[in-house]
């Protein structure tokens, strides 16, 4: 099972509504590109495992509005073979634990009819870039996290990680079934050819509502979230712009002007005091 | 009245993280005439990391040991942290906004139902005594208010939000000790630590946390001297883009932007980087940014405050040397 979530093109003008929330309507959303990672990661490990004789399914599932379906659909032109869209009006404005909750509930439906074993996520949603959803899914399901994976494998029942973070790399291991992220240094997504997004085309996706999952409506949504966004303001345009062409003497001119404003010490630094 | 629970980060050595004294700082604020305690998980706290704490005004450091788990797994990370907060009865936690702890973050919450606001750049508490915290999302493009709903919050505030301050009596009291052994359930540890290669120590400043960031791209074609020698000239930390860590021209762990480290230092320099949405999304909350590209079209001077069009193998040395001329006159 791989989570997909759809997004405002970053490379678009995005804002935010007076109610705080993404402005969602543009008509240029797409999946979210950090998921497009998760896929390929579990596309490749069910290639993998197919070559090695056994069964596997790629399910992509969102969370999200009418549009969403966008995000399941490149997922399958990516390599997925079938998808889940829950689409509920209940569900909009839903914080992280809510979205989880809404996606336990789909894995738990997938379960019912095969053995989910490996639940693959991005590292991040390029819309509020939280980073939160992995490990409250993992925690909602009670499975072994590994999160922000650089490198996945699989063998013998277990998977295994290699994650870089800021001070030191680790490397984690669990059995099966269990929860990894991955980071956009996991793959290179490949690029779906003609054959891959005619495929899809014929690929099922099945929509959900909350009440087909058996979730209580009160528990997501706007209402069941924990934040609620008070304000929401563009950042004032920057002002006092210099822009000047190297004559020979800019390099000591932007000396000047970073003394100036103290932005460099006067004195070279002396080291961190406490 | 509340008490305020900071997360006290602290490096391999069992050296205090610098930032952890804003996060201090800001609590105090928060506890409205409460008290401020902090927590340390594993090992001993080294000089002087106690005085310190005690000058920004935490009264009780709880001294967690995890026994032969390594707490640094961020699913016991999230026990510990649950099991503080039981501790304390705090109704805040701060801690900084790193990857590992919105991952705890993320479990407590599961477990307690506490609300979560992730990479914070300022907390208050409004006129209803509610917490709320300030962000920027859109990759910098806007600042956004929310207020934590639920009784216990959670606020991941990014390096650098808070300016920190010492608490105003003379002689403050070194804080309390309490110690505690915890054991974590068997869940948190279904995934197995196998191998843990700490980075190796570096003499510059924290990236996150740095008040100023010198920045190299492809425009360096893998030469980083002009990039260090400025940085070291200022005192500040060195940064790349993906292209850069991508062709293995510097650690991967200096690599700014969406997948990256997020910055907002008083100055950001970025020499040789066209300012790509992705790399955007991690600096463009800087203070002031400065860019160095010989393409007036490059993106990066439509958000730089002052940019120079040219070569960086000319432009910084100049700068660097510039700098040490009028800073020794
Ligand atoms: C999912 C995803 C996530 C990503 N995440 C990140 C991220 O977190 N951080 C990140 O940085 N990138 C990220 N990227 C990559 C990003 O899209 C850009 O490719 C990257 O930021 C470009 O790096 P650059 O500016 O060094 O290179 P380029 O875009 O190639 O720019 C190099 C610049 O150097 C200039 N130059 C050349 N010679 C000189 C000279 N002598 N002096 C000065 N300037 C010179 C050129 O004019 C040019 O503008 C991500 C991409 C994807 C798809
Ligand atoms: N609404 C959603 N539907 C499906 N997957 C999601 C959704 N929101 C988040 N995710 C997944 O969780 C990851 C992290 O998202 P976030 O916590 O929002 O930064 C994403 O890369 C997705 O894989």
Redesign the pocket.
């Known amino acids: 099972m791989v989570c997909v979530k759809h997004v405002p093109d970053i490379q678009s003008e995005r804002s935010l509504g007076p109610d705080g929330r993404l402005v969602r309507d543009g008509g240029d959303g797409t999946i979210n ?2 998921d ?2 998760a896929v390929e990661a579990a596309v490749v490990l069910a290639e993998q495992a197919r070559a090695a004789g056994d069964d596997a399914e790629v399910v992509v599932v969102t969370v999200g509005p009418d549009d969403a379906e966008d995000a399941v659909r490149r997922g399958l032109q990516l390599g997925a073979d079938a998808a889940v869209h829950v689409l509920d009006d209940a569900v909009a404005g839903s914080d992280v634990f809510g979205t989880a909750a809404v996606l336990a509930a789909v894995l738990r439906r997938l379960g019912e009819q095969a053995p989910v074993d490996l639940v693959v996520t991005g590292m991040a949603g ?1 819309d509020g870039l939280t980073s939160l959803l992995p490990a409250a899914l993992a925690a909602t399901l009670d499975l072994p996290q590994l999160t922000l994976a650089a490198e996945v494998t699989l063998a013998d029942g277990a998977v295994t990680v290699r994650r870089d973070l800021d001070h030191a790399v680790e490397e984690l291991t669990a059995p099966l079934p269990a929860l990894v992220s991955v980071t ?1 240094r996991a793959n290179e997504p490949r690029y779906p050819n003609f054959q891959g997004i005619m495929a899809a085309r014929k690929k099922p996706v099945e929509t959900l509502t909350l009440a087909d999952l058996g979730v209580d409506p009160a528990t997501v949504g706007a209402a069941g979230a924990r934040t609620e966004v008070l304000e929401a303001a563009p950042r004032p345009p920057r002002t006092d712009r210099v822009l000047v062409t190297d004559d020979g003497q800019a390099g000591a001119r932007l000396a000047a002007w970073l003394l100036e404003r103290d932005l460099v010490r006067t004195t070279p630094a002396t080291g961190e005091v406490l | 009245m509340a008490t305020v629970l900071v997360l006290l980060d602290h490096a391999e050595t069992g050296a205090l993280r610098g930032s952890v004294l804003e996060l201090a700082t800001a609590a105090r604020d928060l506890a409205d005439g409460g008290e401020v305690h902090g927590l340390w998980v594993g090992d001993e706290p080294v000089d002087p990391a106690l005085p310190v704490l005690g000058r920004h005004g935490v009264a009780v450091v709880h001294q967690v040991s995890t026994g032969a788990v390594d707490p640094r797994l961020t699913p016991v990370l999230g026990e510990v942290l649950a099991d503080a907060v039981r501790e304390t009865g705090a109704t805040v936690l701060l801690a900084l906004s790193t990857f590992e702890n919105k991952e705890a973050a993320a479990r407590l919450a599961v477990a307690t139902g506490a609300g979560v606001v992730t990479d914070a750049a300022a907390v208050e508490r409004d006129a209803e005594g509610r917490v709320v915290a300030s962000k920027t999302v859109l990759a910098g493009t806007w600042t956004t208010r929310c207020a934590v709903r639920t009784d216990l919050a959670v606020v991941l505030l990014k390096a650098g939000a808070v300016v920190s301050r010492h608490v105003d009596e003379e002689a403050p009291l070194a804080p309390e000790v309490r110690t505690r052994a915890l054991a974590v359930s068997e869940r948190a540890t279904r995934a197995a630590l196998v191998r843990r290669t700490p980075a190796a120590p570096s003499d510059r400043p924290d990236l996150s946390s740095a008040d100023v960031v010198v920045v ?6 893998g030469d980083f001297a002009p990039i260090e020698a400025l940085a070291d000239e200022v005192g500040g930390a060195v940064g ?5 860590t991508d062709e293995g021209w510097i650690g991967h762990e200096t ?6 480290v997020t910055v907002s230092p008083r100055l950001y320099i970025g ?9 955007r ?2 600096m463009q909350a800087s203070g002031t940014i400065v860019a ?4 007036p079209e ?1 993106p ?1 001077f439509e958000i730089a405050d002052y940019g120079i069009v ?4 000319t ?1 910084l040395p100049q700068v660097t040397e510039e700098l040490r001329r009028l800073r020794q006159g």
């Open positions: 590109e950090l497009e990672n390029l956009d | 190299g791209g492809r425009g360096t074609e790349a883009t993906r292209v850069a690599q700014i932007g969406q997948t990256g020499a040789g980087v066209s300012g790509a949405v992705h790399h999304g991690g160095v590209n010989p393409d490059a990066i040219g070569d960086l193998f432009v």
